[in-house]
Nanobody
Framework: QVQLVESGGGLVQEGGSLRLSCAFPRRAADYFRLNSLGWYRQAPGKERELVASISRESNTDYTESVKGRFTISRDNVKKTGYLQMDSLKADDTGVYFC????????WGPGTQVTVSS
Protein backbone atom coordinates (compact mmCIF):
# COMPACT_ATOMS: atom_id res chain seq x y z
CA GLN A 1 0.00 0.00 0.00
CA VAL A 2 1.46 3.32 -1.06
CA GLN A 3 -1.28 5.82 -0.30
CA LEU A 4 -3.96 6.71 2.19
CA VAL A 5 -7.18 4.79 1.77
CA GLU A 6 -10.35 6.08 3.41
CA SER A 7 -13.55 4.06 3.67
CA GLY A 8 -16.88 3.94 5.45
CA GLY A 9 -18.68 6.89 3.96
CA GLY A 10 -22.19 6.81 2.61
CA LEU A 11 -25.65 8.32 2.61
CA VAL A 12 -27.36 8.66 5.97
CA GLN A 13 -30.27 10.60 7.41
CA GLU A 14 -29.82 13.33 9.98
CA GLY A 15 -29.28 11.82 13.41
CA GLY A 16 -27.63 8.75 11.97
CA SER A 17 -24.10 7.41 12.43
CA LEU A 18 -21.15 6.39 10.33
CA ARG A 19 -17.72 5.01 11.16
CA LEU A 20 -14.87 5.98 8.89
CA SER A 21 -11.61 4.07 8.61
CA CYS A 22 -8.29 5.06 7.14
CA ALA A 23 -5.38 2.80 6.31
CA PHE A 24 -2.08 4.63 6.37
CA PRO A 25 0.76 3.57 4.06
CA ARG A 26 3.63 1.59 5.40
CA ARG A 27 6.63 3.71 6.32
CA ALA A 28 9.43 3.50 8.82
CA ALA A 29 8.24 1.40 11.69
CA ASP A 30 7.68 4.23 14.15
CA TYR A 31 6.44 6.90 11.75
CA PHE A 32 2.74 6.21 12.30
CA ARG A 33 3.03 5.75 16.03
CA LEU A 34 5.02 8.95 16.55
CA ASN A 35 2.83 11.34 14.59
CA SER A 36 -0.55 12.98 15.13
CA LEU A 37 -3.37 11.88 12.85
CA GLY A 38 -6.21 13.98 11.56
CA TRP A 39 -9.54 13.72 9.81
CA TYR A 40 -10.26 16.51 7.37
CA ARG A 41 -13.52 17.50 5.72
CA GLN A 42 -14.12 19.32 2.47
CA ALA A 43 -17.69 20.49 2.21
CA PRO A 44 -19.14 21.47 -1.18
CA GLY A 45 -17.68 24.82 -2.26
CA LYS A 46 -15.46 25.11 0.79
CA GLU A 47 -11.83 24.53 1.63
CA ARG A 48 -10.62 21.43 3.36
CA GLU A 49 -10.65 21.77 7.15
CA LEU A 50 -9.32 19.72 10.02
CA VAL A 51 -12.24 18.44 12.10
CA ALA A 52 -10.54 15.98 14.47
CA SER A 53 -7.04 15.06 15.50
CA ILE A 54 -5.37 12.57 17.81
CA SER A 55 -1.82 12.86 19.08
CA ARG A 56 0.67 10.06 19.54
CA GLU A 57 -0.34 10.08 23.21
CA SER A 58 -3.98 9.71 22.08
CA ASN A 59 -4.95 13.20 23.16
CA THR A 60 -7.85 14.30 20.99
CA ASP A 61 -9.07 17.63 19.67
CA TYR A 62 -12.14 18.57 17.68
CA THR A 63 -13.44 21.54 15.80
CA GLU A 64 -16.31 23.13 17.68
CA SER A 65 -19.02 22.01 15.29
CA VAL A 66 -18.36 18.29 15.86
CA LYS A 67 -17.52 18.24 19.57
CA GLY A 68 -19.59 15.72 21.47
CA ARG A 69 -20.68 13.96 18.25
CA PHE A 70 -17.45 12.72 16.63
CA THR A 71 -14.82 10.46 18.19
CA ILE A 72 -11.38 9.95 16.68
CA SER A 73 -9.26 6.93 17.53
CA ARG A 74 -6.20 5.10 16.27
CA ASP A 75 -4.74 1.61 16.13
CA ASN A 76 -0.96 1.79 16.07
CA VAL A 77 -0.59 -1.91 15.28
CA LYS A 78 -2.86 -1.80 12.25
CA LYS A 79 -1.67 1.70 11.28
CA THR A 80 -5.31 2.69 10.96
CA GLY A 81 -7.28 5.74 12.02
CA TYR A 82 -11.00 5.85 12.76
CA LEU A 83 -13.69 8.48 13.03
CA GLN A 84 -16.97 7.58 14.70
CA MET A 85 -19.59 10.09 13.68
CA ASP A 86 -22.87 10.19 15.60
CA SER A 87 -25.86 12.52 15.53
CA LEU A 88 -24.94 13.53 12.03
CA LYS A 89 -26.23 16.79 10.62
CA ALA A 90 -26.71 17.99 7.07
CA ASP A 91 -23.76 20.36 7.58
CA ASP A 92 -21.49 17.34 8.05
CA THR A 93 -21.87 16.53 4.36
CA GLY A 94 -18.60 16.48 2.48
CA VAL A 95 -15.62 14.40 1.45
CA TYR A 96 -13.64 13.15 4.41
CA PHE A 97 -9.90 12.65 4.20
CA CYS A 98 -7.32 11.41 6.65
CA UNK A 99 -3.70 12.42 6.92
CA UNK A 100 -1.06 13.26 9.43
CA UNK A 101 -1.21 16.61 11.18
CA UNK A 102 1.65 18.94 10.37
CA UNK A 103 3.51 16.38 8.28
CA UNK A 104 1.13 15.87 5.40
CA UNK A 105 1.69 13.09 2.91
CA UNK A 106 -0.05 12.79 -0.49
CA TRP A 107 -3.81 12.79 -0.06
CA GLY A 108 -5.96 9.76 -0.68
CA PRO A 109 -9.23 9.84 -2.63
CA GLY A 110 -11.33 10.50 0.48
CA THR A 111 -14.73 9.05 1.28
CA GLN A 112 -18.03 10.82 0.58
CA VAL A 113 -20.41 11.45 3.47
CA THR A 114 -23.86 12.71 2.60
CA VAL A 115 -26.33 13.54 5.34
CA SER A 116 -29.88 14.09 4.19
CA SER A 117 -32.24 16.36 6.08
Amino acid sequence: QVQLVESGGGLVQEGGSLRLSCAFPRRAADYFRLNSLGWYRQAPGKERELVASISRESNTDYTESVKGRFTISRDNVKKTGYLQMDSLKADDTGVYFCNYVGRLIPWGPGTQVTVSS
